[in-house]
């Protein structure tokens, strides 16, 4: 079954704590993406890559670190210097621009 | 700077009710727009609109891309409850060789019975 794997769906964490989220696909898709949704706000870009051991910035990368050391994986790293991290994650892939995003089911990180 | 704005930002209609919703964008080197919907979890895509005048249609649901004027509208006849979700619009262009699709806020739409 193709598709992409989000673990955790929920994941609570104490203040200052770091905390990474997976996002796995197996889609064969070269780029990845994470947005940011907070409640009734759409989809805010936090970084994306287009290529294994690349990655850009988004809108919102203050806070937040990334890493694709394979084609598959595109984890994302909480840090604690994002003033405030609890929301819903949300990890997409692309093969091209005109194809798409495919989502995957969604991280909901809770700071306490 | 890019962006896309959707209106209105939620709506309330009955059950059999026609809606349509709006989704403009100034985007650089547009390459395509995105409709999705979203039930409290992740979207579920609609439709993917490049060429302006055609219209994309999923059984009560249609949109159509206006790449002149820089919209698109989805709408959603004969509504049921089960429309009830925030309609998402995104919009895919291209900027120094990267590319990036950015979202509109969405539209709430409630659907009463």
């Known amino acids: 079954d193709g598709g992409i794997t989000q673990s955790p769906k929920y994941l609570f964490r104490k203040e200052g704590q770091n905390v990474t989220l997976s996002c796995e696909q197996n889609l064969n898709h070269d780029a990845m993406y994470w947005y940011r949704q907070d409640p009734g706000q759409g989809l805010r870009l936090i970084y994306y890559?287009?290529?294994?051991?690349?990655?850009q910035k988004g809108d919102i990368a203050e806070g937040y670190s990334v890493s694709r050391e394979k084609k598959e994986s595109f984890p994302l790293t909480v840090t604690s210097a994002q003033k405030n991290p609890t929301a819903f994650y949300l990890c997409a892939t692309s093969d091209s621009l005109n194809y798409g995003y495919t989502f995957g089911s969604g991280t909901r990180l809770t700071v306490v | 700077e890019d962006k896309v704005v959707q209106s209105p930002l939620s709506l309330v209609v009955h059950e059999g009710d026609t809606v349509t919703l709006n989704c403009s964008y100034e985007?650089?080197?547009?390459?395509?727009l995105l409709w999705y919907k979203q039930e409290k979890k992740a979207p579920t895509f609609l439709f993917m609109l490049?060429?302006?005048?055609i219209e994309k249609k999923s059984g009560r649901l249609s949109s159509i891309l206006d790449k002149k004027e820089l919209f698109s509208i989805l709408n959603i006849t004969a509504t049921q409850t089960g429309d009830s979700a925030v309609y998402l619009c995104a919009v895919g262009g291209t900027t120094s060789g990267t590319y990036k699709y950015i979202f509109g806020t969405g539209t709430r739409l409630k659907v009463l019975a």
């Open positions: 490049t060429s302006s005048g």
């Open positions: 985007v650089t080197n547009f390459r395509s």
């Open positions: 890559s287009q290529i294994v051991n690349d990655f």
